[in-house]
């Protein structure tokens, strides 16, 4: 499964080691990066072992992503989730369907199916390199919603990647988060709209959308930092 994402991975501790040690060059590099935005993998979307729907289980069930995705706000990485979530709701629901019949021959002792006990292998969908460190829990703690960064997910049959994921698209939003912060309590609402929300808070005293990100960056203290060493150790 590795060489979906194909890069020349090896390499790059290297460069960065040696761009970063040269002050000029690394900033020199990281401008050409960003003034060349690469786009390589937006709309890459696998096919799954099942046709798991979030337009189903999200926008028509109303699941919240942390029913599935249960670390996402504890942790830097955001788990899949496992079959016992699934077939909590499952082994009662939809028995029939013949889109799970790979979730009953895990689960189901009773068919004595070889692959019993075994996990569902789910195709990765978003995978950042191996030099880059990212933290999910950083992001969604500080009013930074999963739409910004995974678009309308809850609109998905299939999942696809929204964003670049480039380097330039992280700094872009690092340089400028008052276009993204959220109030905390809507950083999972896939149906938040700013203007909505500041006319039904006229207590918090702002009139545009720009005046509420401004606030909310002051409020929550917010200031993501540039320097190459916070995403690549
Ligand atoms: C009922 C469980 C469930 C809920 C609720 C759920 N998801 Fe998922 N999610 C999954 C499963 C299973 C996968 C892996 C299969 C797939 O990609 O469709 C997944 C995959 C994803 C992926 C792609 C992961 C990758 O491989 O890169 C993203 C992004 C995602 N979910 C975001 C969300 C967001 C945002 C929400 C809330 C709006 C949400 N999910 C709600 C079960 C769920
Ligand atoms: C909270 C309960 C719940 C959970 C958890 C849940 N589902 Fe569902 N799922 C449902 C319901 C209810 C439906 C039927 C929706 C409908 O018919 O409109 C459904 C429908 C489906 C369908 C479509 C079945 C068909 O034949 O059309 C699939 C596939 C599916 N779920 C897979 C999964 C997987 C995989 C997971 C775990 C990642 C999961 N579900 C977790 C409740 C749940
Ligand atoms: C600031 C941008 C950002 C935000 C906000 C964000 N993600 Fe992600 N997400 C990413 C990146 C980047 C990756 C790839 C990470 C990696 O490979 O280490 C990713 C990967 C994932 C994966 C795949 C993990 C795996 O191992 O299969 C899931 C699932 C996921 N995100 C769900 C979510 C959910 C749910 C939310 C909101 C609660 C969310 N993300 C918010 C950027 C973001
Ligand atoms: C939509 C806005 C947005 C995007 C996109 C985004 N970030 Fe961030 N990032 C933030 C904010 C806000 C913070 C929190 C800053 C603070 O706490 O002062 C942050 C913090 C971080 C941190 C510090 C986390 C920690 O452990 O303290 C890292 C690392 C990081 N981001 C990496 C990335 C990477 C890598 C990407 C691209 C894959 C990315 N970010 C994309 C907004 C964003
Ligand atoms: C906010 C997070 C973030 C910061 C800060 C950051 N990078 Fe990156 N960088 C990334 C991400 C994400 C990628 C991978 C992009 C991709 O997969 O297309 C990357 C990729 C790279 C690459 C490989 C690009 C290529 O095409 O060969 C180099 C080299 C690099 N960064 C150097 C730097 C240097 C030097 C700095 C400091 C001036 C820096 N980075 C600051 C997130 C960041």
């Known amino acids: 499964m590795a060489n979906i994402f194909p890069r020349w991975t090896n390499l790059l501790p290297l460069k960065i080691a040696v761009c970063a040690g040269t002050a000029a060059g690394g900033a020199a590099l990281a401008l050409a990066y960003y003034a060349t935005p690469k786009a390589q993998v ?15 289980h999200v926008d028509q069930l109303g699941l919240d992503c ?24 499952h082994q009662h629901v939809q ?42 829990s950083a992001h969604v703690n500080r009013g930074i919603s999963c739409q910004s960064c995974h678009g309308d ?13 480039s380097m330039g698209w992280c700094l872009e ?32 005293g702002v009139k545009t959308t720009e005046e509420l990100g401004l606030k909310l960056k002051e409020q929550f203290n ?5 320097a190459c060493a916070t995403c690549h150790h």
């Open 173 to 204: 939003c690092h340089r400028a988060p008052e276009n993204h912060l959220r109030p905390l309590e809507e950083v999972y609402n896939f149906n938040y709209d700013a203007e909505t929300y500041i006319s039904n808070n006229p207590q918090l």
């Open 153 to 165: 997910v809850d609109q998905m049959e299939v999942v696809y990647q929204a964003e670049s994921h």
């Open 66 to 89: 942390r029913y599935c995705h249960s670390f996402v706000d504890v942790a830097g990485h955001s788990n899949v989730p496992g079959n016992n979530t699934c077939w909590n709701c």
């Open 42 to 56: 937006v709309g890459y979307q696998p096919a799954q072992p099942i046709p798991f729907s979030h337009k189903i």
């Open 95 to 136: 028995r029939e369907s013949p889109k799970l019949q790979p979730l009953r021959d895990r689960m189901d002792a009773t068919l004595k199916h070889p692959d019993f006990g075994k996990p569902i292998e789910w195709v990765r969908v978003h995978k950042a390199p191996d030099y880059v460190y990212f933290n999910h």
């Open 222 to 226: 917010v200031k993501p930092k540039e």
